[in-house]
């Protein structure tokens, strides 16, 4: 009885356990089954949630069209009440008197039919963007479309370029700036239904983000939907939706029904299933000691059978936006396309990338725009995930990240910045091993990421350090003024605002700061000098306050712009003549780089101080590594990036670089003005950057046939970028973009003669490739 009743508790411990096991394998199949169902309804949800951002989109271009069509309304009708008589007798007059009639407008102008005081303009006083849209509206069918343009003032403004007068030939153009905020308010009040709405101005680098609202889980279309009559367009982020299932509705509910059937099985067995009885046996009889068998041997137990080691989990490929990877660095709209998310797997790859070089550590900095810390935070612990020790500078210009790679020996940088690029924009600079990463190597990163080949288990180190009290000591000890010049700075509250007047007053400068604050929203102008508009308050400022001269730098403080005590801005090709002079005296025979951009003047005023001079491809990333294989001294681009090798570490630094102005202006041995010695640089004529629209594709192959067909007689040509045909006195370029299918020209000459010369050469060369061609000059 004692061994039947033994067995008996051993068969109801097993029946336990095996309930135990059964209600648990019952519960782990619901739950999978009420998860595939919800997978199911998010998956039969998604395309009316795709359908209802989508009508939104759609809403919102229509509201815009109508605004816009509206105020095109309210202009044709006071224009259509213009005397054509008194504009052509006194144009001034009757700009006065249209003024009167479009109290809105805040700014009108008025030009000849024939536009040429636009053909003939110093484009860089008169504004490159403005005399594009003007000769654009001279070539078009009908009426050009509505533009936006920066202003410092009230952040936007919309400009029309419409006809006065009937017909194909008007007998004037009037240019009429508007407010922006009408169209503002009609985008806001959209209702973005649960997804993301973001206004556009597409050009020739893109698509840049104006405005934005609504749900930030999804990413931006890469093509948004065009508003008639402009050049904006609106796009998209769909709402996120948890979807991790392949997105098969059928697949979801045959799963959502075989996990809730076999978990209602399980329990309908379990509910069926009852404990075991004890028996009553008998205790079975023992029989006599010679007829027992000897007792069986134990069994020796066998060793489990080994089991392969548990491999970690693969990391599930990063989503992320290809259209961050630059050609020479990392950006994107925060939020949408770049958040912590994707700087974490950044950094990840960033760090995989040094390790495999035999690098352990590098100097984070960030700008001072407002999403600068979390993105810098989340690469500083992808970095650190990855294995790699991170010395944190906190906010600092770009340059001073730079130079504190070199301070510490890292060889090794990242700077988390969006340079000139709108508020709701960031992105990264990366340097590794003295390599500034670009093109292939950022596509590299971005092939780390999409494929999950990121370490997440290393123990990098985290330190911080204050670099820019050996930034600014390491200038002064090298560059000095031998006058106290009268400075303005204008550091558009971007970063530069927290080194550069310190800097300046350290070499003797007497600086007047201007917006100098640093403020991510960029309260006053947008932070790029290459821009005119964003340089007049510079311009006033240096009047009002009686200054030598006014500097301005952008957003991370790596390009520097410059304007006289006359209003006069003096364009970065110019300042590297005179650096180049300055360099060359010292470091005679020495080679100086300039990009394709740049004037012909450079070449023979290089030659002329004794140096080589080096025509090469636009970008800081490749202007720096041509200078480490040929070992030049300088370098520049027509963008106001300046690298100093000489005396400097040959990175871009516009703060270095406006140092080293004023040290040559205030050290001039004649005792000459700023104007003076500038009025020594050689300038000409030229026109904006014009542009042809072909097909998706075509302007690649357009460039193929032009390259193999064109003939430009005795000009030397450049084909490095495009094709670039020089003359004695001027020259031309056309090549093809790389953002948009477009065909992008540009003239520069000595005088209006020639430039009326080239223009008529690449004219008869464009036509003969494609004699339906719709040329803009």
């Not at 089991?307 to 990391?315: F, L, T």
């Not at 210009?397 to 301070?407: N, Q, S």
């Not at 303005?488 to 080194?499: E, H, L, M, R």
Request: charge should be negative.
């Amino acid at each position: 009885m004692t061994m039947n009743l033994a067995r008996w508790q051993r068969t109801a411990k097993q029946f336990d356990a095996g309930r135990l096991l059964s209600l648990a394998g019952a519960t782990v199949l619901l739950l999978g089954g009420l998860f595939c169902a919800w997978q199911a309804w998010l998956i039969a949800d998604q395309g009316r949630a795709t359908a209802r951002v989508n009508q939104a989109r759609d809403q919102a271009v229509q509201v815009l069209a109508a605004e816009i069509a509206r105020e095109r309304t309210q202009l044709a009708q006071a224009l259509a009440g213009v005397d054509p008589v008194r504009v052509q007798a006194d144009p001034a007059a009757a700009a006065v008197a249209l003024r009167q009639r479009l109290p809105q407008a805040l700014q009108l102008e008025l030009y000849s039919g024939s536009l040429d005081e636009v053909l003939h303009a110093n484009y860089r006083q008169f504004g490159y963007a403005k005399a594009a849209q003007l000769m654009a509206a001279q070539s078009a069918d009908g009426v050009p479309p509505m533009q936006t343009i920066p202003h410092g003032g009230d952040g936007r403004r919309l400009s029309e370029v419409l006809p006065v007068g009937p017909g194909r030939r008007p007998v004037a153009w009037a240019w009429i700036e508007l407010p922006f905020a009408p169209l503002q308010r009609r985008f806001d009040a959209v209702p973005p239904s649960g997804g993301r709405l973001v206004l556009q101005q597409d050009g020739d680098n893109g698509a840049l983000a104006l405005l934005s609202h609504g749900s930030i889980a999804g990413e931006v279309e890469a093509v948004g939907k065009p508003v008639p009559g402009s050049t904006l367009s609106v796009a998209v982020a769909q709402p996120g939706a948890y979807i991790v299932l392949t997105q098969s509705l059928a697949l979801a509910l045959l799963l959502a029904l075989l996990g809730l059937g076999g978990g209602g099985w399980l329990l309908w067995r379990r509910a069926r299933a009852r404990a075991p009885e004890p028996s009553t046996f008998e205790e079975p009889q023992v029989s006599s000691v010679s007829e027992q068998r000897p007792p069986r041997a134990p069994a020796v137990p066998r060793p489990p059978a080994a089991r392969p080691a548990p491999q970690p989990p693969a990391a599930s490929p990063a989503e992320v936006d290809p259209g961050i990877f630059r050609a020479y660095d990392v950006r994107g709209v925060v939020g949408t396309t770049l958040t912590a998310q994707v700087a974490k797997a950044l950094g990840q790859a960033i760090g995989m990338v040094m390790r495999e070089k035999g690098l352990r550590e590098i100097v984070v900095g960030r700008d001072g725009r407002l999403s600068g810390p979390e993105l810098a935070g989340a690469l500083a612990d992808g970095l650190r995930a990855a294995g790699i020790d991170v010395i944190d500078v906190g906010a600092a210009p770009t340059p001073v990240i730079y130079f504190a790679a070199y301070r510490f020996n890292t060889g090794s940088c990242v700077a988390v910045t969006g340079s000139h690029n709108p508020p709701d924009y960031n992105g990264f600079k990366i340097v590794v091993g003295g390599e500034t990463l670009s093109e292939g190597a950022i596509q590299d990163l971005y092939r780390r990421i999409v494929e999950g080949a990121l370490d997440d288990d290393g123990q990098g180190g985290l330190r911080h350090v204050d670099v820019v009290p050996d930034y600014i000591e390491r200038i002064a000890s090298d560059v000095q003024t031998e006058r106290a010049l009268k400075v303005v700075a204008d550091c558009g509250n971007g970063i530069p605002g927290a080194v550069v007047p310190q800097v300046l007053e350290a070499i003797g400068c007497k600086v007047v700061p201007l917006y100098c604050e640093v403020d991510g929203h960029f309260p006053n102008h947008h932070p790029d000098p290459s821009d005119p508009h964003n340089l007049e308050d510079l311009v006033l400022a240096v009047k009002q306050v009686g200054a030598d001269l006014g500097v301005a730098f952008d957003g991370d403080g790596d390009r520097l712009g410059v304007v006289t005590k006359d209003g006069e801005i003096v364009y970065p090709d110019r300042l590297l003549m005179l650096f180049a002079r300055d360099v060359l005296s010292r470091q005679p025979g020495a080679t100086i780089i300039y990009d394709v951009k740049c004037t012909g003047h450079l070449k023979g005023q290089v030659l002329e101080a004794g140096g080589s001079p080096l025509m090469w491809r636009t970008g800081h990333s490749l202007i720096k590594a041509k200078m480490r294989e040929t070992g030049a001294e300088l370098a520049g681009e027509m963008s106001g990036h300046f690298f100093f090798k000489e005396r400097w570490y040959g990175f871009d630094d516009g703060i270095y670089a406006g140092a080293r102005l004023l040290e040559i202006l205030a050290g001039d041995l004649e005792g000459r003005t700023p104007e003076a010695i500038f009025a020594t640089l050689p300038k000409g004529v030229s026109t904006p950057e014009l542009k042809i629209e072909l097909a998706e594709g075509e302007h690649y192959r357009f460039m193929e046939k032009f390259k193999a067909q064109a003939q430009f007689g005795d000009a030397t040509l450049v084909t490095i970028d495009g094709v670039r045909a020089d003359w004695p006195d001027g020259w031309g370029l056309v090549r093809a973009s790389n953002t948009t299918p477009v065909l992008v020209l540009r003239f520069d000459a000595d005088s209006e003669a020639a430039l009326t010369r080239i223009q008529q050469v690449f004219r008869e060369q464009l036509l003969r490739v494609e004699p339906g061609l719709k040329l803009p000059f």
